[in-house]
């Protein structure tokens, strides 16, 4: 969304905006608290979000060595705090440049996509613990591309 509020803005100083235009942008308006408050959840709590993550996986995966769970753990980190800005922003085109163009080279060279699909699942039970379904709702699509883009193309 971020991109097409540039671009009406833009158009903005050319002419009025049209019905449909001035209806995505109140869209966006009406939402931004929302997205805001979800943001800040996520920032204020990302700790008791990724705790109980990082006890579970090295009991899914003991042949790990540690290091390699705590990167791994630490690009998630990332993700979830990525997905969160383009949450904010509504911009899918954000995530996509900023993280899983960088980070599909990297599970793919490190083979670490069964890891990677376990992480995404428990984050995606702890959230769903942790935020109401309306909540959700805005987070979810940013998620799913995660899992498309970093997950699903490995199989």
Known sequence: MQT????LLVQAENRYLQT????GF?????????RLKIYEFLRDREVMI????????PKLFPQEKEER???ILQQWILILR?????????????????????LSGLIKAHNT?????QIYQLLLARLNELLSPKAI?????????VKTGLLDSET
Do not use: C, G
């Open 4 to 7: 097409e509020l540039t671009e």
């Open 20 to 23: 449909e235009e001035l209806q």
């Open 26 to 34: 109140k869209s966006y308006a009406e939402t931004l608290a929302q």
């Open 50 to 57: 990724f705790q109980p993550i990082a006890d579970q996986v």
């Open 69 to 71: 769970l705590e990167q």
């Open 82 to 102: 990525h997905s969160a800005m383009a949450m904010l922003l509504n911009d899918s085109e954000y995530l996509k440049q900023r993280v899983i163009e960088w």
């Open 113 to 117: 996509q069964s890891i990677d699909s």
């Open 137 to 145: 709702i805005f987070l979810q699509p940013f998620l799913e591309q």
